[in-house]
């Protein structure tokens, strides 16, 4: 939850699935700054979920870990939050955008938006593990394999779990060929969405094992991607696209099968 007057707070609140009825409301902390009028702050942020614990990154200095019984804090750390008063970089939702915490095996990975450092802490206590600064806007942490944390923004990098160290990146200088959405990871690959392509790209290495040509093939653009069982979901910008085995599935039977998938909830 977010208050935006007289100063930006910031709490987390819990609800009855059932009846609606408030369970907890948990403040989480009170921004120094303010924001301007006029200005379209983009204040929806995600909780992350692991073990008995949610963890929040606020993107105003701090990141909290809650626990889910009671929303009790179980620590709060806080970091030097780069003053974004600019306009347009608020508004921007390419470098203002969704991007929450990371938890995997006792790990919580970070990446406030108002900061350029990306963190590794220690789940349970929130003693700090490693930090390193970023070239460039993280837009999506995609997720961990064994010993690979999967960073991507305008480029893609494989990071070290433990260390924080880069071991592979892939991507182009060139923006026409930067990340357009968000990823996916699937065994021991990761796809993800250029503006005209996608790339399959090995995780623990980093090599390219395929480029699916979207817009020379089948006329379609990136994404954010899903995987549905055998196919392919592209979140296009005006449209959404699947893929199958044998290529683009046709529209009749992507309707049939997401009305199916629709009645079977």
């Known amino acids: 939850l ?3 007057f007289p100063e930006v707070q910031t709490n987390v609140a819990c609800f009855s699935a059932d009846t609606g009825e408030m369970i907890w409301n948990q403040k989480i902390c009170l921004a120094l700054r ?27 200095g701090a990141i909290a870990s809650l626990d889910t019984a009671d929303g009790k804090l179980n620590w709060l750390v806080t970091y030097a939050s780069q003053d974004k008063t600019d306009r347009d970089e ?5 470098k203002m955008g969704l991007v929450p915490c990371l938890y995997d095996r006792g790990i919580l990975f970070a990446a406030p938006q108002d900061s350029s450092q990306l963190m590794a802490f ?4 929130g003693l700090l593990l490693w930090q ?14 064994q010993s690979t944390l999967i960073v991507s923004g305008n480029r893609l990098f494989g990071l070290d779990r ?16 930067y990340g357009y959405g968000r990823g996916v990871l699937a065994g021991k690959s990761v796809y993800w969405p250029l503006r005209e392509d996608i790339l399959v790209v090995d995780t623990e290495q980093g090599f390219l094992k395929q480029k699916i040509s979207l ?5 379609e653009s990136g994404g954010n991607l899903v995987i549905a069982g055998n196919q392919l979901l592209v979140a296009q910008p005006r449209r959404l696209t699947a893929f199958g085995i044998e290529g683009r ?12 998938l629709i009645r079977n909830q």
Request: no cysteine; glycine share 10%; aromatic share 6%.
């Open 2 to 4: 977010h208050r935006g």
């Open 34 to 60: 303010s924001i301007e009028e006029g200005v379209n702050y983009i204040s929806h942020l995600l909780l992350t979920l692991g073990e008995d614990h949610l963890y929040l990154s606020t993107d105003m």
């Open 90 to 94: 608020l508004s921007n939702h390419m």
């Open 122 to 125: 220690d789940a349970e206590s």
């Open 132 to 145: 390193r600064p970023w070239p460039e806007q993280i837009r999506n942490l995609l997720g961990v394999t």
């Open 162 to 177: 433990e260390t924080g160290r880069i071991t592979w990146k892939t991507g182009y200088h060139d923006p026409e060929g």
């Open 215 to 219: 817009r020379k093939r089948y006329g």
């Open 249 to 260: 599935v046709p529209v009749n039977e992507s309707k049939e099968k997401l009305s199916a």
